[in-house]
């Protein structure tokens, strides 16, 4: 019995690990068109929406700090503005945003 509730348990920590890549850049893929040099002047509803739902993801700084990472990691593909960035909680009129503006040189871990 003992070692179902273990195996019960680590089936649980894994099913909670930090949210994958793949579904940052889904959440994230149509910000692309705001972030870019001479970008679009508002993000579209798509990516506001993408940044609400990661940020109501990012429940730990395990899942802060792989939120980071991935975004790090997708925006070496794209020529982007790092001004741009901080200036999507402000035009998607997110006020508790718990996830810092991120770039290619942001410290995850800090």
Do not use: H, W
């Not at 920590?13 to 970008?39: H, M, N, R, W």
């Not at 579209?44 to 395990?62: I, R």
């Amino acid at each position: 019995m003992l070692r179902l509730v273990g195996l019960v348990a680590i089936v649980m920590i894994s099913s909670s690990e930090a949210i994958p890549c793949d579904e940052v850049y889904k959440e994230l893929a149509t910000c692309a068109s705001f972030i870019e040099q001479g970008g679009t002047d508002q993000p579209s509803e798509e990516c506001c929406n993408g940044v609400k739902n990661l940020n109501q993801n990012a429940k730990t700084k395990a899942d802060r700090v792989q939120i980071c990472e991935c975004i790090k990691k997708g925006l070496i593909n794209i020529a982007y503005d790092p001004n741009r960035i901080p200036l999507l909680p402000k035009a998607c009129v997110i006020s508790d945003l718990t996830l810092p503006p991120i770039d290619k040189n942001t410290d995850c871990n800090g």
